[in-house]
C-alpha cells in the first residue's frame, strides 16, 4: 500500500480545511500538505446547494476558491477518499475511495498518509430520526452537493415535496424548492420555525414569508411514517394527516463527525447535548499537533464565554485558519465568534446573534422597535449588548455586532440605539476608535 509522509494533513476540503491551508501557507511557503474529503469535489460553498436546486447558481458559481487553488498552494488533494483509520502512534490516516488526486493517480483504492501536524475539519453527519419507511426512494437528507445534484435531477417528477424541520436548513430547501415545485410543506415539531436563530416575532415574520409564497408550515407535528412501493407516496404525521408525497427532505439536525477520534485519546465532548471535537482557543485537541474547527468541533463563544458548537460558514473558516497559523508556529487565538446568522427569506432579510431572548437573570433588559414587518430587538446586560434579533430591516447589524464583540457599555447612547438614524455619530469618539480595530487573531 502506498504510503506517504506530509507535514500537514487536513481531513475535510470545505470552509475548516480551506481556512487552514490558508493559515498555513501565511507563514510556511514550504511545508507540504495534503488535503482529503470523501466527497470528491473541488471545494465549494456548501450553504450555496439549495440555490442550486432552484438554478440560482450554477455548479461552477459554487466553487469557493479558483480551480487552481490546490497547485497554487502546493497542496496535494485527495478527493474521494474516506479516512478510515488515524492511528495516533504511527501518526497515520489509512484512507480508501475511487477519488482522483491533484498530484497525480486516479482511482488507486487504498493509501497510508503519514503526517506531523493533524487537521479534523470532518463537519457533520445528518440525523435521520427512527420512521418506519424512512429507507425508500425520494427520501434524502440536504448537506452535500451529491444530494442536490440527486433532488435536482428529480424535480420534474416532483409534485409534492415535504421538509421535515424547520432549521436553517430546512427552511432554505423549503424556499428553494417552492420556487419548482407546486407544493411544498413544511413539517415541524417546535411550535415556531427557525426555533434557534429567532426570537417568537421574527419567527412569525418568516413563516408568514413563507405562507404568502404558498408554502405550507405545520407546526407542532411531526412525520411518524413514510408510506410508498418503492418509492415514496405519502407520509403519515404524528395528528393523522396524511400527506401526499413524493420528495421528503429531512432537516432535523445535523452531528458533529468524530468518528476519527475512536481508539485515541482525543476528547469529544459527551457530557453535553451536541457532541463534537474539544479544543482550546488555538484550536488543538488534548493531542499535540492535532487540531479541529468547523462544525465538528467546538469553538469560544464570546458572549457566553462557553466552548460550544457554533455550526456556522465564517466559523468554520476562521477556525480553520487559526489551526492553519498556530499548525505552522504562528500562535492565535479564536475568541470573536457567536451564533451569528443572517438569512433572507422571500426577500425577509433576518440577522440574529448571540441572546434571542432575554434570559431570566439579573441585569437583563431588552429594547425593541417592532414597525410593520421591520423588527430590531437587543439584548442586553447591564448597557452590554449580548444579543439581536432583526427581520425585515437589517441596517445597522454591523454596528450592534461590533458593540457587542468590544464589550461597549451602551447607556451614555441607548436611547439613539433603535433609532432609524442611530450610526458612528452617536458613538463616544473612544468607542469609534474601538470599533476601527480589526479582529485580532494573532497573539
Ligand atoms: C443547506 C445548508 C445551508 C447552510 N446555510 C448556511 C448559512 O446560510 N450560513 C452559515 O453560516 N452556514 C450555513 N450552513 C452551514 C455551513 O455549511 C457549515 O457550517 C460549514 O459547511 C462547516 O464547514 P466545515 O469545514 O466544518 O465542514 P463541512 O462543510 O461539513 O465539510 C466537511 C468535509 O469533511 C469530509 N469528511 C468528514 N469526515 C471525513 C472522513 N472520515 N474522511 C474523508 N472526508 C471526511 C466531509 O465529507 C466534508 O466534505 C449551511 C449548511 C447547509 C447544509
Known amino acids: 500500500m502506498a504510503v506517504k509522509k506530509y507535514d500537514y494533513l487536513i481531513v475535510g476540503n470545505s470552509a475548516g480545511g480551506i481556512g ?12 507540504s500538505i495534503a488535503i482529503l474529503a470523501d466527497e470528491k469535489y473541488h471545494t465549494y460553498a456548501r450553504p450555496l446547494i439549495t440555490h442550486l436546486l432552484e438554478g440560482d447558481v450554477d455548479r461552477r458559481g459554487m466553487d469557493y476558491r479558483p480551480r487552481d487553488f490546490y497547485r497554487k498552494h502546493s497542496v496535494d488533494a485527495f478527493l474521494g ?8 502512534e504511527k501518526r497515520s490516516i489509512s484512507i480508501s475511495g475511487s477519488g482522483g488526486t491533484s498530484s497525480g493517480g486516479n482511482g488507486d483504492g487504498k493509501r497510508t498518509l503519514r503526517f506531523d501536524k493533524l487537521l479534523l475539519a470532518t463537519g457533520g453527519s445528518p440525523f435521520i430520526p427512527p420512521m418506519e419507511g424512512s429507507g425508500l426512494d425520494g427520501v434524502t437528507t440536504m448537506i452535500t452537493l451529491d444530494q442536490s445534484l440527486e433532488v435536482k435531477k428529480r424535480l420534474g417528477r416532483v409534485k ?40 417568537e416575532t421574527s419567527s412569525r415574520l418568516a413563516a408568514d414569508a413563507f405562507r404568502k ?9 411531526s412525520i411518524i411514517e413514510v408510506r410508498g412501493h418503492g418509492k415514496v407516496e405519502e407520509v403519515l404525521l404524528l395528528d393523522g394527516t396524511v400527506l401526499p408525497c413524493d420528495l421528503l427532505v429531512v432537516a432535523v439536525g445535523v452531528r458533529p463527525r468524530v468518528e476519527l477520534a475512536g481508539g485515541t485519546d482525543i476528547r469529544v465532548d459527551t457530557a453535553r447535548t451536541g457532541g463534537g471535537f474539544m479544543v482550546e482557543d488555538n484550536m488543538a485537541t488534548s493531542i499535540e499537533n492535532v487540531y479541529a474547527c468547523g462544525d465538528a468541533s467546538h469553538a469560544h463563544d ?12 465564517p466559523n468554520a473558516y476562521i477556525g480553520g485558519r487559526i489551526a492553519g497559523l498556530n499548525m505552522a508556529g504562528v500562535p492565535s487565538r479564536h475568541r470573536w465568534a457567536t451564533n451569528m446568522n443572517s438569512v433572507d427569506f422571500f426577500g425577509l432579510p433576518m440577522v440574529s446573534a448571540g441572546f434571542m431572548e432575554k434570559p431570566n437573570r439579573k441585569g437583563f433588559t431588552e429594547i425593541i422597535r417592532d414597525e410593520k414587518g421591520k423588527y430590531a430587538k437587543l439584548v442586553l446586560k447591564d448597557g452590554v449588548i449580548k444579543g439581536m434579533v432583526m427581520a425585515g430591516c437589517v441596517a445597522r447589524a454591523g454596528i450592534y455586532l461590533g458593540l457587542m464583540r468590544n464589550k461597549v457599555k451602551t447607556t451614555s447612547f441607548s436611547d439613539h440605539l433603535l433609532s432609524h438614524d442611530f450610526g458612528a455619530v452617536h458613538l463616544p469618539d473612544e468607542v469609534k476608535e474601538k470599533m476601527k480595530q480589526p479582529i485580532r487573531i494573532i497573539e
Open 302 to 313: 464570546f458572549v457566553t464565554g462557553a466552548h460550544r458548537l457554533l455550526p456556522l460558514w
Open 160 to 199: 409534492n415535496a415535504v421538509v421535515l424541520g424547520a432549521g436553517l436548513i430546512g427552511t432554505k430547501t423549503a424556499e428553494a424548492l417552492s420556487r419548482v415545485i407546486d407544493r411544498v410543506t413544511v413539517v415541524e415539531l417546535a411550535d415556531r420555525v427557525l426555533a434557534l436563530v429567532s426570537d
Open 213 to 221: 409564497k404558498g408554502v405550507e408550515i405545520l407546526l407542532g407535528n
Open 81 to 88: 477518499y474516506r479516512a478510515r483509520n488515524l492511528d495516533m
Open 20 to 31: 487552514c491551508v490558508e493559515g498555513i501557507r501565511r507563514e510556511d511557503r514550504e511545508g
